[in-house]
């Protein structure tokens, strides 16, 4: 396998476990500013899904509906960030509102 095709499976793989494999890909492609901006990226999406559970914890005893509509809305999340994976891995960069922009900041990555 080439180092493209290493390259570009590790863009969506920096989306499967957010937190983790965003840190891995950041830590493992610290020279590469597009690989570490989808790293920064799927860290920020993985915080972002934490936060959505633990909302969902202290509503869930008020409304026990809630729990599903927080669960799909987590699964969506998620899916989204396997879906920015992969139009990643094509080369096609896609900047998640207000997430993106920050992670394009911190790793000088430019759109």
């Known amino acids: 396998m080439s180092d493209e095709n290493k390259n570009s499976i590790m863009y969506l793989i920096a989306y499967l476990v957010p937190v983790l494999t965003g ?6 492609y610290g020279n ?7 790293g920064v990226q799927a860290i920020l999406l993985g915080i972002a899904i934490f936060i959505i559970d633990i909302i969902s914890y202290f509503l869930v005893p008020l409304f026990l ?6 669960d799909l809305l ?15 891995s094509i080369n096609k960069d896609i900047f998640i509102p207000y997430i993106g ?3 394009a900041n911190v790793t000088g990555f430019k759109k």
Do not use: C
């Not at 590469?32 to 989808?38: I, L, P, Q, V, Y």
């Open 23 to 28: 840190i891995l890909v950041y830590i493992m």
């Open 32 to 38: 590469d500013n597009r690989m570490k901006f989808h």
């Open 65 to 70: 509906p809630l729990l599903y509509i927080f």
């Open 74 to 88: 987590i699964a969506i999340v998620w899916l989204y960030g396997i879906y920015v994976g992969y139009e990643a």
């Open 101 to 103: 922009d920050y992670a």
